[in-house]
């Protein structure tokens, strides 16, 4: 009897650790969700891609539109720093980079790049911008 009742005790304890470790997985999940929905919708972070369009056009030459991917943003939570991939298309070929927004709205160059870049120079022309939100504009 003694032996039964361990058991039964046993595998409640067993189940009540596994519905909290499944229900602290699913939180965790849902929360991860809705920051990486944010960093895509967010003002500040669309503010950000648009100083980072502008860095990049002053960067590299002949670049005609640049888009944003959606999926790829992500933010570091040990430096805080928000990464994301850029499409970048010039005349000839198609570039994929992986860049830091800026930290700050006064800054010049780009911060680390990963990725084949275009050729170092100054795009001149208006460039067609796409952001993580969908929307677009021209700069």
Do not use: C
């Not at 056009?57 to 640049?66: A, E, G, M, N, P």
């Amino acid at each position: 009897m003694k032996k039964r009742k361990m058991l039964i005790l046993a595998l409640l304890v067993v189940g009540l650790v596994g519905v909290g470790i499944t229900g602290g997985k699913y939180y965790m999940n849902e929360k991860a969700e809705k920051e990486k929905v944010e960093l895509q919708t967010s003002d500040y972070s669309i503010h950000k891609q648009k100083i980072l369009a502008k860095i990049i056009k002053r960067t590299f030459s002949d670049v005609q539109s640049i888009t944003f991917e959606k999926e790829s943003i992500f933010k570091n939570h040990g430096d805080g720093d928000i990464v994301l991939n850029a499409n970048i298309s010039t005349s000839n070929k198609q570039y994929k980079i992986e860049v830091l927004l800026p930290d700050s709205d006064n800054q010049k160059n780009l911060g680390a790049v990963l990725g084949e870049t275009p050729e170092a120079g100054k795009t001149i022309n208006q460039i067609n911008i796409v952001f993580t939100n969908g929307e677009e504009e021209e700069i």
